[in-house]
Structure formats: structure tokens, C-alpha cells
């Protein structure tokens, strides 16, 4: 009943800057409690295991980023829109991978985007 609309990827050069976003959508977000919903971003280059990039609580206050991001990536939500941004900046070809979007709501399951490519490159 929930579906995800992953959008902003792109093709950039290094030290250029992207922004992300997450749409979550569906009527039964508008009826549960989504306090409990935790929203994150993941990413998988190729040949590499997915990893976390950053995630945040329903508040904002509690973030977590992964250590090669800190200082260059940040994660916000708009809880009134059900959406999850990330903004990139500083971008690394290393940074280059598919980027995933999820969302974690206690007593229902987790929901994720389709993925949206992120190139770095000269």
C-alpha cells in the first residue's frame, strides 16, 4: 500500500553537488503513527555490498552518517510530506553508486525505492 518515488540522481563532476529525494506514498501513511518511522539512505556500487549512507528518526534530532559522508552529506525529512532528502555535497567518484531510499515503520515493515543513479566523474 505503500509505494516509493526516488528522484535527483544524476551525473556530476567532483566537488559538484546533488540533492536527493525520497517520496513516500500512500493513504495509509496519513492513518498510523509515524513516529516510529525511521527513513535512511543506502547505496551499492558495483562489485560492493550495499551500504548505509545516513539515517534519521522522525524528529531530525537523531542522525547517524556513515564515516566517509560526514561533513559532505545531509539528511533531512519533511515529515508533513513523507519525504526524505539527501544533499551531497563535495561529490567523490568513489561517491558514485545506485542510491536507495527506505523507510522503517515499527509494527508494519520496511518500504524502498526503485534506486537512483549517482555518477561522479570528470
Known amino acids: 500500500q505503500v509505494h516509493v518515488v526516488e528522484s535527483g540522481g544524476g551525473f556530476v563532476e567532483p566537488g559538484g553537488s546533488l540533492r536527493l529525494s525520497c517520496a513516500f506514498e500512500?493513504?495509509?501513511?496519513?492513518?498510523?503513527?509515524?513516529?516510529?518511522?525511521?527513513m535512511s539512505w543506502l547505496r551499492q556500487a558495483p562489485g560492493k555490498e550495499r551500504e548505509n549512507v545516513a539515517t534519521?528518526?522522525?524528529?531530525?534530532?537523531?542522525?547517524y552518517y556513515a564515516n566517509s559522508m560526514k561533513g559532505r552529506f545531509f539528511i533531512s525529512r519533511d515529515n508533513a510530506k513523507h519525504t526524505l532528502y539527501l544533499n551531497m555535497n563535495s561529490l567523490k567518484p568513489e561517491d558514485t553508486a545506485v542510491y536507495y531510499c527506505?523507510?522503517?515503520?515499527?509494527?508494519?515493515?520496511?518500504?524502498w525505492g526503485q534506486g537512483t543513479q549517482v555518477t561522479v566523474s570528470s
Open positions: 527506505s523507510g522503517a515503520l515499527t509494527g508494519y515493515g520496511e518500504y
Open positions: 534519521i528518526d522522525w524528529s531530525g534530532g537523531t542522525t
Open positions: 500512500g493513504e495509509i501513511l496519513s492513518k498510523v503513527d509515524l513516529r516510529t518511522f525511521v
